[in-house]
């Protein structure tokens, strides 16, 4: 993982971090533990109790400012008075909430019948934004597993919740779908694990080229699905995916 830069000056105490923004103070927490912040990582680990609240008010303001520079009267516009609060809101609570907020609670139980045929789970529906437009991206995502006798086994919903916390970040879908199988491959532990997605990109539809047909879809196979064929090729043929 690539390395933060080292941090621009050193406080000599509590009340100097106190003092600075919310979101300095997160900040600098990440710079000095030599910690990556990109628009996909989770940083949730470096956010204290409360801030939270704060780092929402301080974005608010920030866009209070960007709808200003847009040349809208906030002031006399009634539908744009709280649009800066709103949009705050929606992307620390919302939208971005895989960014601040640590992994989901997950009970993980032992394979006592050492299950060790297909599994599929799916379609699970994906949200997320592309971080070079902030543009909504929308789809599917299709999980298989080929679990072995020390795998993990976790409940079906927690698949939905642990692919929320991961595409509810700003990225691009060929990183988000790497991050995904890295999370159920230390969760679960299986001989295989197989994921796909298929999305719907607005900064294609809703701007550039503006094609709304286009759909972009990507995978990831790992282990049994790498090396067998034959069992790669079951798992693509009972996914109900559109066809064109």
């Not at 009340?15 to 912040?37: F, G, H, K, M, T």
Request: glycine share 4%; proline share 5%; net charge neutral.
């Amino acid at each position: 993982m690539p390395k933060a830069a080292a941090p621009p000056t050193l406080l000599r105490s509590e009340d100097e971090l106190a003092a600075l923004p919310v979101s300095e103070r997160i900040r600098w927490r990440l710079v000095s533990a030599n910690r990556r912040y990109h628009a996909n990582d989770n940083i949730a680990d470096f956010v204290h109790e409360g801030e939270l609240a704060e780092l929402k008010a301080e974005v608010q303001a920030k866009l209070q400012e960007v709808l200003r520079a847009l040349v809208i009267d906030t002031d006399s516009d009634h539908n744009t008075q709280e649009t800066a609060k709103r949009v705050a809101k929606m992307y620390v609570e919302e939208v971005f909430r895989g960014r601040y907020h640590p992994m989901p609670s997950v009970t993980e139980f032992p394979n006592a019948e050492r299950l060790n045929e297909l599994m599929i789970v799916g379609p699970i529906t994906v949200r997320s934004a592309c971080s070079h437009h902030l543009c909504p991206i929308f789809g599917k995502v299709w999980i298989g597993l080929l679990p072995n006798e020390h795998s993990n086994l976790i409940g079906l919903s927690k698949y939905a919740r642990i692919t929320d916390w991961v595409m509810s970040r700003p990225q691009i879908q060929e990183e988000a779908v790497t991050m995904l199988a890295n999370e159920l491959q230390e969760r679960v532990r299986p001989d295989g694990l197989a994921i796909v997605m298929e999305a719907d990109h607005f900064c294609m539809h809703w701007r550039g080229v503006k094609d709304t047909e286009t759909a972009m879809v990507n995978s990831v196979m790992r282990g049994a699905f790498l090396k067998d064929a034959n069992l790669r090729r079951e798992f693509l043929s009972l996914l109900p995916r559109k066809q064109g």
